[in-house]
Structures are given as C-alpha cells and as structure tokens.
C-alpha cells in the first residue's frame, strides 16, 4: 500500500523566529500602543509623557542591556555588532534623556511608588539577563532590544516632535546585520534556545511595562 508523501513544514531561521516573537508580543502589539491611547485624544500627550518617564527608569541609565552583554561577546561578528549598537544605543538613551527633561513631571498618578518600584524590579530582571553566562541569552536579550525599540523610537519621534524637537537619527544595526550575528550566535540547539529565551524574557518585561503605563492612564482617566 502506497503511502501518501509526508509534507515538512520549512524550518525557520532564528532571525526570522526573533522578528515573529518581537511582532507578535512586542511595543508594537500592545493594546496600550494600538489603541492610540499614545496619539490621540486629549490625553494622549500625558499618556506619552508618562511612557518616557518610565521608558527612562527602565533603559536610561548605564550600562544597560547591550552594555552589559558587549561585555560577553568574543567573536568577531558579535563584537563588531555590539560595538555598534552599544554606541547607537547611548544615542538613543541620551535622546530619551532629553525628551523626558522636556516633556515636564511625570503625570500625578494613584500608586506612583508602587509603580516605580515595579519597573526598578524590572530593571533588575533585564541587568540579570543581561549579564547571563548562558551562551546566546545576554546577546537574545540585546537583539530584542534593538528590534522592539524601532517602535518605540516611533513613539520618541512623536513625542520630540509634540516638544518641537528634532529627533536624531536611529543608527542601531540594521535588520541584515542583525539577522547575521543570530545566526552566528545560534549555531547549536542550545545556544538558539538560550537566545530565544533571552528575547523572550526582554520582550516580556517591555510587555509588562506596557501593562502597567495601560493600567497608569486607566486610572487618571478614572480619576
């Protein structure tokens, strides 16, 4: 008896895995971001000015994520994409710097101790993964980093531009270099799941921020 063919479904490159988890759970899927809660309506400029506030806690001090996993990195390919976007990131970092001194105080909120004290624990969670001794973890956690902030650099833009600022240029690595130091990295089993558990738990944590922002202007809406 003859057997009917057995179909395989394409095995997908771990660039292609990282850009599926970012898209699918990342800033860019968040209800908080596609509601327009960050761009429309009257409130949306508060909503924003809230995002920086803590965007800031979170990734505006140094070293941060790519800062610390550079510190990992011994092959070439892994070393000259971190030199860049370590370097690209502290551009990124002193612009958020210079929004949040901008926007003014951080919206009167019910809870604000409780909420900074959250994202300080998340903050805490990131050094920690950041400096994993996992091969591919501590480099996952950078590439999700770089992916996801393109769209939050999309919300910096419209914040800078709300202040009548300029917004730099973004000058992290871009996509085929990225998808380069992915495969470079992920060259065994092992390493593939520690770099995908590395953007899995960044991607998480930036989720979890978008949860508490989400929850921040329900409650002033409320208030």
């Known amino acids: ?6 179909f395989q479904q394409p ?3 771990v660039a292609e895995m990282l850009d599926a988890l970012v898209a699918g759970e990342g800033t860019g899927a968040h209800r908080h971001v596609r ?7 009257a409130e949306a400029m508060r909503n924003l000015a809230d995002a920086v506030h803590f965007l800031c806690l979170l990734h505006g001090r140094h070293p941060g994520v790519i800062d610390s996993a550079a510190r990992k990195a011994v092959d070439p390919v892994s070393r000259d ?3 860049e976007a370590a370097q690209a990131f502290a551009e990124e970092r002193a612009f958020l710097s210079k929004i949040t001194a901008a926007v003014g105080p951080v919206p009167s909120t019910q809870g604000q101790d409780q ?3 959250a994202v300080a624990a998340q903050r805490k969670a990131l050094d920690m993964l950041a400096e994993s001794d996992r091969r591919g973890c501590a480099v996952g956690a950078a590439i999700a ?3 996801d902030w393109r769209t939050i650099r999309v919300l910096l833009d419209i914040s800078a531009q709300r202040l009548d600022m300029a917004p730099p240029r973004c000058t992290l690595p871009d996509l085929r270099e990225t998808a380069r130091l992915a ?12 770099m995908l558990f590395g953007a899995q738990q960044l991607i998480t944590q930036h989720s979890g921020l978008w949860d508490l922002l989400d929850a921040r202007a329900a409650s002033r809406a409320h208030s």
């Open 35 to 41: 509601s327009g809660a960050l761009s429309n309506g």
């Open 11 to 13: 095995t997908r490159s």
């Open 1 to 6: 008896m003859s057997q009917s063919p057995q």
């Open 81 to 83: 994409w971190m030199d």
């Open 183 to 194: 495969a470079t990295v992920a060259d065994t089993p092992a390493a593939e799941r520690a």
């Open 145 to 147: 980093l770089t992916l």
């Open 115 to 117: 909420c900074e004290a």
